[in-house]
């Protein structure tokens, strides 16, 4: 069965939307795991209005150790990663089984965002830069994947020793692919979508936003590290 994971760091603007999407397509999911990374909002209290949601805390920061903490305190034999603003659209579970049931090679799959809360011209780009950029560099490298939307094998996961603590944010996704990759089927799908904000291409902007993500992709693909070491929280 499934464990869904969102780590949450003072996400109460975005966590109440995020668990009623999941609530939704609930009938298919073991559990749903909330790890709270030291919130001082009102996160935990919102959390704590879903009883299908079990939070657990973590209290070294960062992503990596919220996933970590998250993957170990997960009963399903399949992890599902999401973000704390995220949706998920109607189908997106089903999705998952069809994928894992058709393919027993398959340890990972992931796919891109549709953004809910911004204009129809900037969605257009986006979706300009998965079907012309990440599209074709999957397919010559042979794996990737987006942490906001990715799933794979519990058991797979830890044999690799789950999530790079090293690395803080940009290049984890190229980083946890290109080591599953190793070991077996990593899946990326166009049409395997989920809904996000779109706060970091605002307060990024899109242009930096893409080189940002193109140029980590490239450098963990070919150096084994990201490029950019420091990113900013943006809620």
């Not at 599209?135 to 906001?148: D, E, F, K, N, R």
């Amino acid at each position: 069965m499934i464990s869904i994971i969102i780590p949450t760091l003072n996400e109460e603007k975005y966590i109440e939307s995020c668990l009623s999407s999941i609530e939704e397509n609930g009938k298919e999911l073991f559990e749903v795991i909330v790890v709270n990374n030291n919130s001082n909002d009102k996160t935990t209290e919102i959390v704590k209005k879903f009883p299908m949601a079990r939070l657990v805390h973590e209290p070294i920061q960062g992503l990596p150790f919220s996933r970590n903490k998250g993957l170990s305190e997960a009963s399903g034999d399949i992890v599902a990663f999401i973000d704390a603003d995220n949706r998920i659209p109607k189908g997106w579970v089903k999705k998952i089984i069809k994928e894992f049931e058709k393919n027993e090679k398959l340890i990972s799959i992931s796919g891109p965002y549709i953004y809910y809360d911004t204009s129809i011209f900037h969605k257009i780009l986006v979706w300009v830069y998965w079907l012309i950029l990440a599209w074709p560099s999957y397919l010559l490298i042979g794996y990737m994947a987006v942490l906001g939307n990715f799933v794979a094998k519990k058991s797979e996961l830890e044999k690799i020793g789950g999530f790079n603590k090293d690395i803080a944010f940009y290049g984890d996704d190229t980083d946890i692919s290109k080591r599953l990759h190793k070991i077996g089927k990593v899946k990326f799908m166009q049409s395997f979508y989920l809904f996000s904000s779109a706060r970091r291409l605002k307060g990024e902007g899109i242009l930096v936003t893409a080189y940002r993500y193109m140029i980590n992709f490239l450098w963990v693909v070919f150096k084994n590290k990201p490029k950019t070491k420091i990113y900013k929280d943006i809620r």
